[in-house]
């Protein structure tokens, strides 16, 4: 079960998430990163394919001078871009076969949380192939989202 959360504040953001990895039903667990920050106010959380997520995460360094100088609605469209990029390659790689077997096992939910350039928070949500909106007060993501909203 993984269970991620950011929760909004009057001046910030508040990411969470539990560390542990598991490989698909295998019983190998590991402990894991789900939290990245992405730029001086910008950070993500995610749950599911984590190597689908670093992929992610890995493509979004790469434009870190970028999202610095942009609020956070324009980080996560950058985000949905991403994911719907990945989602493609997928796709075109393996055809059909991607859709009934390869891109149920690279499925992840992403929260984006961090302040404004106006200083104001926001927090926003992800799901697959890349679709978003935000959050009123906090966003949950994961299989144990139940338990956030208790």
Do not use: C, W
């Amino acid at each position: 079960m993984t269970i991620g959360i950011a929760l909004k504040y009057k001046t910030g953001v508040v990411l969470g998430s539990d560390s542990q990895v598991t490989l698909g039903d295998a019983p190998y667990k590991a402990q894991g990163t789900k939290i990245e920050q992405i730029g001086k106010r910008v950070g993500l959380v995610a749950a599911g394919s984590i190597d689908f997520y670093k992929e992610i995460v890995r493509r979004l360094h790469d434009r870190r001078e970028e999202i610095d100088n942009v609020d956070i609605q324009v980080v996560t469209d950058m985000v949905s871009q991403t994911m719907a990029e990945l989602y493609m390659i997928l796709t075109n790689r393996f055809g059909k076969r991607a859709i009934e077997e390869v891109v149920p096992l690279a499925t992840v939910g992403v929260l984006v949380g961090g302040i404004n350039q106006d200083g104001k928070p926001n927090v926003f949500s992800l799901r697959p192939p890349g679709i978003y909106g935000p959050e009123d007060n906090y966003g949950t993501v994961g299989s144990g989202i139940f338990y956030a909203g208790m």
